[in-house]
């Protein structure tokens, strides 16, 4: 099968910027949709990353899908990955998806985002939220999630609605992707909010 990358749209695009509408069911299951499921599957493994919302790819539809693949965790510490409670999470598509927050308590790790290309900052998500969705059948599916997957419900959810990780992040900690991994990648969360003049996070 041909593998087909769609162009990813940086900040400053009104798409990212606007509230993506719903789709109905017989949309879900038409070839046009099932082609853009595809193709924005092939652009997130290329990328790489671990989510992609439709408006990141220019389509202003309520439409994300996950993957958190075990070999882009390999070069990650252990313990890392532990703090951050993540582990791999198989592809899932998550269509017209309503989020509810089932544990507000702030868990603050770095974050990017592909439409934000080249820098990253420490971002407060809930540590534990619920999903009600669609998948690509048009079947409803609910997922309740911690760890690092429901920090990525957050993001890719907020993408459907017009935000990005910059409209959530703590400011100070904005940083090019280059530096945080020159400085910052290794150290303990709360070490890097001392130096950066950021209060003391609760995870
Ligand atoms: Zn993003």
């Known amino acids: 099968m041909t593998e087909t990358l769609l162009k990813l749209r940086q900040a400053g695009e009104a798409v990212l910027r606007t ?3 719903p789709l109905t069911t017989p949309e879900i299951r038409s070839p046009e949709i099932q082609r853009l499921i595809a193709a924005m599957r092939d652009t997130l493994r290329d990328a790489p990353g671990v989510g992609l919302a439709a408006p990141q790819v220019g389509f202003g539809l309520q439409l994300a899908i996950i993957e958190d693949r075990a070999e882009y965790q390999q070069a990650i510490p252990a313990a890392q990955l532990a703090e951050r409670g993540r582990v791999p999470v198989p592809f899932q598509v998550v269509i017209n998806p309503v989020l509810s927050v089932v544990d507000p308590t702030p868990q603050v790790f770095f974050e990017g985002c592909l439409s934000v290309s080249g820098f990253t900052a420490l971002v407060p998500r809930a540590a534990k939220v619920r999903v009600e969705a669609l998948d690509e059948n048009g079947e409803p599916r609910a997922v309740e999630a911690e760890g ?10 907020d ?8 409209d959530a992040m703590l400011p100070r900690s904005f940083m090019t992707s280059a530096n945080h ?3 910052w990648k290794d150290r303990p969360v ?3 909010c001392a130096a950066l003049g950021l209060p003391l996070p609760a995870n």
């Open 19 to 21: 509230p993506a509408r």
């Open 148 to 157: 690092w997957l429901a920090r990525i419900l957050q993001h890719e959810t």
């Open 159 to 166: 993408h459907l609605l017009g935000r990005l990780y910059v």
């Open 181 to 183: 991994a020159r400085h």
């Open 190 to 192: 709360c070490e890097v």
